[in-house]
């Protein structure tokens, strides 16, 4: 028992590392970072959640893939969101002249 706990520990302080990385460093879209922060986080609760079925590292890997692509997702839709702010702070300078 004590060696599975030193598995799901060690799974887990890992996550938080990528986590911590991922905070610490500047990505170029608001997509990479939020994949980057998604992998992160979802490999921290699947490894929680894989190890009260006995499989940390397995739900470490399916976590990651899942929040990887919901933090991209979510961030390329803010990344389009900016994208049509600028067109349209454009667009009203433009106007204006």
Same mark, same amino acid.
């Given at each position: 028992? +004590?060696?599975? #706990?030193?598995?799901?520990?060690?799974?887990?302080?890992? %996550?938080?590392?990528?986590?911590?990385? /991922?905070?610490?460093? &500047?990505?170029?879209? !608001?997509?990479?970072? =939020? &994949?980057?922060?998604? %992998?992160?986080?979802?490999?921290?609760?699947? /490894?929680?959640?894989?190890?009260?079925?006995? @499989?940390?590292?397995? =739900?470490? =890997?399916?976590? @990651?893939?899942?929040? +990887?692509?919901? &933090? *991209?997702?979510?961030? #390329? $839709?803010? !990344?389009?969101?900016?994208? #049509? $702010?600028?067109? !349209?702070?454009? $667009?009203?300078?433009? !106007?204006? *002249?």
């Amino acid at each position: 028992m +004590a060696r599975k #706990n030193t598995i799901t520990r060690t799974t887990l302080a890992a %996550a938080c590392g990528l986590l911590l990385t /991922a905070s610490l460093t &500047g990505c170029a879209t !608001d997509a990479q970072t =939020g &994949g980057l922060i998604g %992998a992160g986080a979802g490999a921290g609760l699947g /490894a929680a959640i894989g190890s009260a079925f006995g @499989a940390p590292g397995l =739900g470490a =890997g399916i976590g @990651a893939g899942g929040g +990887a692509l919901s &933090g *991209y997702v979510i961030g #390329n $839709e803010l !990344d389009k969101q900016k994208q #049509n $702010e600028r067109l !349209d702070r454009l $667009e009203r300078q433009r !106007d204006r *002249y």
